[in-house]
């Protein structure tokens, strides 16, 4: 997730644009850049850290030009460098591109491009739209934009300049955003309003696959092969503090809602088409992976609880036994570990401290670690032997959301790569799994816009009050109830307990009295028949059940006071589809009673102490 600024106008732009990189600011912040055109000559900056370092070389660029782009980068393909950061330039030095998302087929292009004499200077997916548009043009840089777009697979929006034409800025998107702002003799262009909010609230939401030609006096948006587009503009009435959270009441909601994305994201390219998973940067031969007798899963808080996602996935796909302990707890112990060991250590920010001595102790003793981790540069990234990024982009709600699902499908993905090459799983059936995998983002998306969460916070209103909640569940679904709780407690102060649905008569079920909350997690799955006694011994002792359910259960809304239906899916893959009504049921509560759900007491996003 980069930010993207535009602006062609009659002011001076280099500040402007710096500004809306300010304010995107929480979209990512490794490195940024800008380029303008000043007197049909681009002038071009780029900085490596936060805005900061931008800012203390922005003098070194005039602020004469009237037309030019900006970028503030989250690094995916290619560390935060220099050389990496946006605006990049084609070989002629025409052309300049900036570009947010992923070019999933950009190692075909990039070789095609360099078969025919590019010449590449970055490690990028976004500098071959520079390349293509300078092969495309004749002349017409909407025309080149539009060549380049139907080359290009994935889901991205870019924008491009040329000097060629000093006074145009032609942007597209597919699947990620982009909004145009209308001012009196400028235009922006941005990746979210809240980047032009302060010049203008007139906007305009372009399409997929619309070319926008943005100049100072005109915006024209056109289908791919020219034809006029008519697209209403509409006001924006959020203030600053709306605009951010692109219009969602707080970050984590926002985040919850990004969550389709972050799986689209993190799934792009790692899946061939022929529906085998690729992984690369693991630092494991596949002669490795196959010697391999254990796996170690270390990890703190809702990263473990990946984790323990990840251990039904390994152990059933890739037969390899998984043990998994909390990172404190792992740092401490004398485990046994030897050289066929694979330490998988999960961490979104990469700084976790506990997480990190885990890690080195466990290299220590002679395994191979490998970090999934969201953070390009983290310290887990150079103390790893290899690393799978997740690519959820920035996460700024304290509670994690969008990045526990973007590890359960890292860890999911792994889990089926050392299957094949374990070779021990047929091929047809990666390929179905595969399938389904690529469903979920949809799938995902589809039940996000589907009204649901009035329902959810329609329940939880009604509950927000209770004291204490039991979360059930059994096998995968056990480490879904684990994460609902945690996200309960942290955010909105009630104590929870989770437990294996089947222990629960061994202690826990002496705390249910009539009307005592317990939230079940009854997808479908091959333990759902279990999981049904257990709703039966907990409505035996006049508890209220709240259902998590597979759409098409009707039965389980008999027994249950209330069913959250989520789509059916694989049972491994469940966890993905089952979290997030826990995660709004969570947010729903808490803001009942008026909790401040992105900043909750006592919490840091980052532990960087033990
Ligand atoms: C809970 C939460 C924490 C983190 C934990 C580990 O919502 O965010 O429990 O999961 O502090 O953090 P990372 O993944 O950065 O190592």
């Known amino acids: 997730m980069c930010g993207i600024v535009g602006y062609a106008g009659d002011r001076p732009c280099r500040d402007i644009l710096f500004r809306g990189l300010r304010k995107l600011e929480y979209r990512g912040y490794d490195s940024a850049g800008i380029s303008v055109i000043t007197e049909g000559q681009f002038d071009l900056l780029h900085s490596v850290g936060n805005l900061d370092r931008l800012e203390e070389i922005l003098n070194q660029m005039p602020n004469q030009s009237h037309l030019g782009i900006a970028h503030t980068r989250w690094a995916t393909h290619g560390r935060p460098s220099n050389e990496n950061a946006h605006p990049h330039l084609d070989c002629t030095g025409r052309f300049a591109i900036v570009l947010n998302g992923i070019v999933e087929n950009y190692l075909a292009l990039r070789e095609q491009l360099q ?41 991205f929006t870019y924008v491009a300049i040329t000097t060629e034409d000093p006074e145009t800025m032609v942007a597209v998107r597919k699947e990620t955003p982009l909004v145009i702002g209308l001012g009196e003799k400028e235009n922006f262009l941005a990746s979210a309003v809240t980047a032009f909010l302060s010049e203008t609230r007139t906007v305009i939401f372009p399409d997929d ?31 600053e503090d709306a605009a951010e959270k692109g219009g969602y009441e707080t970050f984590m909601l926002k985040e919850i809602n990004e969550q389709p994305t972050a799986l689209a994201d993190t799934l792009a390219e790692r899946v061939t088409h022929e529906g085998r998973v690729e992984l690369e940067g693991l630092g494991l031969e596949d002669g490795d992976i196959r010697r391999l007798r254990q796996v170690i899963i270390v990890a703190c808080g809702t990263s473990h609880h990946a984790g323990l996602v990840g251990k039904y996935a390994l152990e059933k796909w890739a037969r390899l036994p998984v043990e998994i302990d909390v990172a404190s707890e792992f740092r401490y112990r004398d485990p046994v570990i030897g050289p ?44 790893a032997d290899g690393v799978l990024f997740t690519r959820a982009g920035l996460e700024i ?39 389904e995998i690529r469903r979920v983002p949809t799938m ?20 927000a009050k209770e004291r204490f909640f039991l979360y059930l569940g059994r096998n995968i679904g056990l480490p879904v109830c684990m994460e609902g709780a945690l996200k309960l407690k942290e955010i909105s102060y009630i104590p929870s307990e989770s437990y294996a649905a089947g222990e629960m008569k061994h202690g826990p079920i002496a705390l249910l009295d009539e009307g005592s909350p317990v939230v079940v997690v ?42 959250f239906y989520v789509p059916k899916t694989d049972e491994v893959l469940s966890p993905l589809l089952a979290t997030v009504p826990l995660q709004l049921f969570a947010y729903y509560v808490a803001t009942a009673n008026g909790e401040s759900v992105d900043q909750p007491r006592n919490l840091a996003k980052t532990v960087t102490v033990e």
């Open 209 to 239: 696959a619309e070319l926008v030609t943005v100049t100072r006096d005109s915006v024209v948006i056109t289908d791919l092969d020219g034809n006029v587009i008519e697209r209403q503009a509409e006001e924006v009435d959020w203030d």
């Open 340 to 383: 066929d060991t694979l330490t998988i250590a999960i961490t979104q920010s990469g700084e976790t401290a506990d997480t990190l001595a885990a890690m080195r102790l466990a290299r220590q003793a002679g395994s191979k670690v490998l970090a999934i981790t969201n953070i390009v540069g983290s310290q887990a990234t150079r103390e």
């Open 522 to 563: 009854a997808t479908d799955g091959h333990t759902y028949e279990k999981l049904i006694s257990n709703i039966q011994e907990v409505k035996a002792r006049g508890a209220h059940v709240i259902a998590v359910a597979s759409e098409g259960n009707k039965a389980i809304a008999d027994m249950a006071d209330e069913v």
């Open 397 to 435: 709600g304290v509670a994690a959301t969008k990045t526990f699902e973007a590890q359960v499908l890292a860890v999911i993905l792994l889990a089926l790569y050392l299957a094949e090459v374990r070779g021990h799983l047929a091929d047809e059936y990666v390929k179905q799994l595969t399938e």
């Open 115 to 155: 078969g025919e004499g590019h010449e590449f200077t970055s490690e990028t997916d976004a500098e071959v739209v520079a390349h293509l548009i300078e092969r495309a043009f004749r002349g017409d840089l909407r025309e080149a934009a539009a060549e380049a777009f139907r080359q290009m697979e994935g889901h």
């Open 444 to 463: 995902l998306n589809g039940y996000l816009e589907d009204g649901r969460l009035a329902q959810i916070e329609a329940v939880a209103t009604r509950y």
